[in-house]
């Protein structure tokens, strides 16, 4: 493809594919090899970045960062602009992704991610993949009437909360698109569970599973590696392992610099980012915009007590470490969390009870390119390929793996870590609750783009957000000069039963106050849901039986 750069041009991270384009790995999702798609090369800003960016909006920096991804020969500049202002015309907050300052003396940032269709940061990134979806396929079907002639797309996702409500929002009523969506039992939150399934359009299909979000994940990684559904179905990818949703990502890191260079006055401030992480999507696309050049001192992982990052962040072993009986109790079942003997521990954090990060693997593959002894680059590219592939055998087959002391040493370079505990969750809810908000916060000054967040002057986090900003107070105790931004991933309204416990007997708190409107009533709405085990053939099956009623192909 001569007429793309390195960084329009994609490979698996297993080694088994290259040079393939934007379109095809969106439509793909999953690499044949298993492999998770990343660019050849991560692309550079231009010179001029600095200067020109700094009072671009969300979907002017959008558009930029996009555009050094996607070849203008895929989809042309016009389109791609349409594209993002079609994707983010949706969200409530004129600024797609507004900063908050916490506490000016601490250097204390909030990145509010929850402004979007379903209340949580996956709207950034779903919205826009889903109308990527319907681009790619209105220009494939164009001239084809019949429904045999017309390229049907059958997206699978698996979600732990937020990605299966942020997916069918993002997909609901598309033409050629069937989704189905599998969450664990009992284990999503009432407000995410009812966000998916009161969503009745006869394309979307939410599958409840018996089992953890780990067993939903291998479903669907079955699902693309079985060749049997793959002659008769077009799969597509909505998780994290999907490029386009890391890719739409990366913007608001550089949204967030930007605006803290404006609350700041400071031109070239030292930046921390802390991010709440499960699946490792969400701070991978800040690696990808540091490593184009986006200044950042760390990024630091803030993970729940199931903590096979940090843990790997501390030892260098990557390692599942089953917890069995009343060791893995925890959270709020009303919240979706419930004990598992298969090794997640179950917390108030429920959407990052994530036991292997799918998107870890990405980053390891980048790991071993660096520090590879090999000058020629495509037989670097290979090295990487083959060393990832056998971690993630070793991984399948012993339960983990182990990286030599110069792969760990890399990691180092760009990544923190912490872990927080329940009670340490429950603690940051308090005290934030607890703390004013200063008096020039923006959220201080103007009305709510998005109600329940905060009850006069006084923030409320969920707990998923929670668990950033006490990672954030610990790394500041040690770099209290280096301002830290920590993300909000969603909406408190969404994880009721840890946010009253955290603030039932605070003067003034009621959580009637918290619940968007939109929230109202939803739990009285007519669902649609289907209970399933967690073998893989069962899906299979259903999916397939329900894409032909969907299409009329049934008999």
Not at 277 to 301: S, W
Not at 395 to 424: C, H, T, Y
Not at 500 to 527: H, N, Q, S, T, Y
Request: charged share 25%.
């Amino acid at each position: 493809m001569p007429s793309h750069s390195p960084s329009q041009r994609y490979l698996s991270t297993r080694g088994g594919s290259y040079d393939l384009s934007f379109e095809t790995v969106v439509l793909k999702g999953l690499a044949p090899d298993g492999g998770l798609f990343i660019p050849e090369e991560i692309p550079s800003l231009p010179s001029d970045w600095h200067s020109k960016w700094s009072t671009y909006s969300f979907q002017d920096l959008a558009f930029e960062i996009f555009s050094l991804y996607i070849s203008p020969e895929e989809i042309p500049a016009t389109d791609l602009k349409e594209i993002v202002r079609k994707s983010y015309s949706t969200f409530r907050d004129e600024t797609i992704t507004p900063l908050v300052t916490l506490d000016e003396k601490k250097n204390l940032h909030l990145l509010e991610l929850f402004h979007g269709p379903t209340f949580a940061f996956k709207d950034v990134a779903l919205q826009f993949l889903g109308n990527l979806f319907e681009y790619f396929l209105v220009r494939r079907n164009e001239g084809r009437a019949g429904v045999k002639e017309r390229e049907h797309l059958t997206v699978i996702g698996a979600t732990s909360g937020d990605t299966g409500s942020a997916a069918i929002y993002g997909l609901r009523g598309k033409k050629d698109v069937s989704v189905f969506i599998m969450h664990p039992k009992g284990k999503v939150s009432p407000v995410q569970e009812a966000q998916m399934t009161t969503v009745l359009d006869a394309n979307v299909h939410n599958l409840a599973v018996e089992g953890t979000f780990d067993d939903c994940q291998d479903i669907v990684k079955a699902l693309f590696a079985d060749p049997e559904i793959n002659k008769t179905h077009k799969l597509a990818a909505v998780n994290s392992i999907n490029w386009a949703r890391i890719l739409a990502q990366i913007t608001y890191y550089f949204r967030a610099y930007f605006s803290l260079v404006r609350q700041t006055g400071n031109s070239k401030p030292a930046i921390r980012f802390v991010v709440p992480t499960g699946n490792f999507g969400d701070i991978l696309a800040g690696y990808f915009a540091t490593r184009m050049g986006l200044p950042a001192d760390k990024l630091v992982i803030a993970t729940n007590e199931n903590d096979i990052l940090h843990r790997f962040w501390k030892t260098g072993h990557y390692e599942k470490q089953p917890v069995h009986g009343r060791e893995a109790e925890g959270g709020f079942e009303e919240d979706g969390v419930k004990a598992h003997e298969a090794g997640v521990k179950e917390t108030l954090a429920p959407a990052m009870d994530i036991l292997v990060s799918s998107n870890f693997e990405r980053l390891l593959w980048f790991l071993a390119y660096q520090t590879s002894s090999s000058e020629e680059t495509n037989h670097r590219r290979m090295q990487a390929g083959e060393q990832v592939k056998n971690w993630l055998a070793e991984l399948k087959s012993s339960g983990g793996f182990g990286v030599k002391p110069e792969i760990l040493e890399a990691a180092k370079k760009n990544f923190l870590s912490e872990r927080v505990s329940d009670k340490q969750t429950i603690d940051a809810i308090k005290d934030m609750y607890t703390s004013p908000l200063p008096e020039s916060s923006s959220v201080v000054k103007t009305q709510q783009a998005t109600a329940g967040t905060h009850i006069s002057g006084h923030y409320i986090l969920d707990p998923h957000t929670a668990i950033g900003i006490a990672a954030s107070l610990r790394s500041i105790s040690a770099a209290p000069e280096v301002q830290h931004i920590s993300l909000a991933t969603a909406h408190p309204a969404k994880f009721s039963n840890a946010v009253e416990l955290a603030l039932k007997d605070e003067e003034g708190f009621a959580f009637d106050a918290v619940l968007p409107e939109e929230f109202i009533g939803l739990d009285k709405l007519e669902r649609r849901v289907v209970g399933c085990g967690k073998e893989w053939e069962e899906v299979r099956e259903i999916v397939v039986n329900e894409v032909e009623k969907e299409l009329g192909l049934s008999d």
